[in-house]
């Protein structure tokens, strides 16, 4: 069965920091993966995504991700977060038969 | 450019009462449409998808159900609301890509409450 797993539901860190926010699948073929931001009470905005190629890609907001597959993950990264970052991640998969596979998302906090 | 639109935003309905919730996309042909539920503090459910006019398929059983009368609009209906369907209603567009699927492409979202 496909799956996405984002083990932590909840991060904080300081403004300025770095930050990692951690994903894992499990398919069998070379899946598309994304990642999305969602602020409280609106839609999911789409961050980056993979389908092939380069297995670091750059999204917005600064943000990038890379894509392992001999770990089966796909962590989404950025240098220096801004407060403004504060929402809720989601990680996804979307395979053939249009079906998409989304992570139960991972909360950010961002402390001055 | 592409566009999507959700109506209403909000809404609070008593138990017992029907439902309709509404979307449509623009500046696309052919798209696939989906609905998600978002319960407080959890994920994202996938209700239905579709990929072509009256071409419906569920992923969860329950009491509500889908309609695309037309090749993009997409319409959540419910004859007899539960207190459970309370949640953050969202529509979504993509379309194919290669052997795969193309990004989602999402609504604002409608909040509903059932009291």
């Known amino acids: 069965a496909q799956s996405v797993t984002q083990p932590d539901i909840h991060i904080t860190v300081s403004e300025g920091a770095s930050l990692e926010l951690r994903c894992n699948y499990s398919?069998?073929?070379?899946?598309?993966l994304f990642w999305y931001v969602q602020s409280p009470g609106q839609g999911l905005q789409l961050l980056l995504k993979?389908?092939?190629?380069?297995?670091l890609v750059q999204g917005i907001k600064g943000f990038e991700a890379e894509f392992k597959r001999s770990q089966s993950s796909f962590n989404l990264r950025k240098p220096s977060v801004h407060w403004s970052d504060a929402a809720e991640y989601f990680c996804a998969v979307g395979r053939a038969g249009n079906q998409f596979y989304f992570g139960t998302g991972t909360s950010l906090t961002v402390i001055p | 450019s592409q566009t999507i639109h959700q109506w209403p935003a909000t809404l609070v309905q008593p138990v017992g009462s029907p439902l309709s919730l509404e979307c449509t996309v623009e500046g696309t042909s052919n798209p696939n449409l989906y609905w998600y539920r978002q319960a407080a503090g959890r994920g994202l459910q996938l209700l239905f998808y579709s990929v072509g006019i009256g071409q419906i398929s569920s992923e969860v059983p329950q009491n509500l159900s889908a309609s695309r009368p037309q090749d993009r609009q997409f319409i959540l209906s419910s004859k007899k609301l539960l207190l459970s369907d309370s949640g953050f209603y969202l529509c979504a567009w993509n379309t194919q890509r290669g052997l795969g699927t193309g990004e989602l492409f999402f609504g604002e979202g409608s909040r509903l409450t059932v009291l």
């Open positions: 993979y389908f092939s190629g380069d297995t």
């Open positions: 398919y069998g073929a070379t899946p598309y």
